[in-house]
């Protein structure tokens, strides 16, 4: 397993990689990259697991590298470091498939889990069902409105009829039933999670509706309660 770490302070970037030699876990490999056009080279010319991005970089910056990558390397697992406690940032983060967000200064056991936590989740990927590996990938496009049965096809190498009849045959769903209720699951953890005061519009955004009314009626409809009423009934954090 290969991970990157990319930062424009070298301090910053030896301290993370001694702290990731320091877990249980080892890596293959640690690369290092001082600006978001050397990570994406480095990302397009190895095999990297995990990318652990700085935000706030010259010439290409965090939320701009894990743009491109989010077109070109879908499946790598991202972690943002930031010095910017900003929900913009976060969410705009989220949009793009990122797995974690941590604030800088990173607590050492923050840190620690997060990236146990990922390794142990590319394990699993690599060895679940046909079944959990497109669950897992459309997961990754939750955000995405346009997220289509032909863009998972391709992602998969598979035609768009073989698709369908393997996602109904594994799953017992649609394309879009199952699109959908991943989308319902996600917000309702939204709800639960993000900070109080989130606007309903920004939680349809982050699971794929353009449209805040069609999002609380589809939601009503797999839930049997709206946004609203289900953020009431949810346990407080």
Excluded at 176 to 187: C, N, P, V, Y
Excluded at 225 to 236: G, M, N, Q, T
Aim: charged share 25%; with cysteine.
């Amino acid at each position: 397993m290969n991970i990157l770490v990319v930062d424009d302070e070298e301090r910053i970037r030896e301290n993370f990689i001694k702290r990731l030699s320091q877990l249980p876990i080892k890596f293959d490999n640690y690369y290092q990259g001082k600006d978001g056009f050397e990570g994406l080279a480095i990302i397009q010319s190895k095999a990297i697991d995990i990318a652990l991005i700085d935000i706030n970089m010259p010439f290409l910056n965090g939320l701009e590298l894990i743009q491109k990558l989010h077109t070109e390397n879908a499946e790598l697992s991202i972690v943002i470091i930031s010095g910017y406690d900003n929900f913009a940032y976060a969410q705009e983060a989220i949009k793009y498939g990122v797995k974690a967000y941590l604030l800088k200064p990173v607590n050492r056991l923050e840190f620690a889990e997060t990236i146990v936590s990922l390794c142990e989740e590319i394990d699993a990927t690599d060895k679940q069902s046909l079944a959990d590996q497109i669950i897992t990938r459309m997961k990754q496009h939750i955000s995405n409105s346009h997220f289509s049965l032909s863009d998972l096809a391709t992602e998969m190498a598979l035609s768009n009829g073989h698709l369908s009849k393997l996602i109904i045959h594994e799953t017992g769903k649609t394309f879009g039933e199952l699109l959908t209720g991943l989308r319902i699951d996600q917000a309702k953890h939204f709800l639960r999670e993000l900070p109080y005061g989130t606007k309903m519009y920004e939680i349809a955004e982050m699971v794929g509706f353009n449209n805040q009314y069609y999002f609380s009626s589809v939601f009503k409809k797999q839930t049997g309660l709206s946004p609203k009423e289900f953020l009431k009934s949810a346990p407080a954090n």
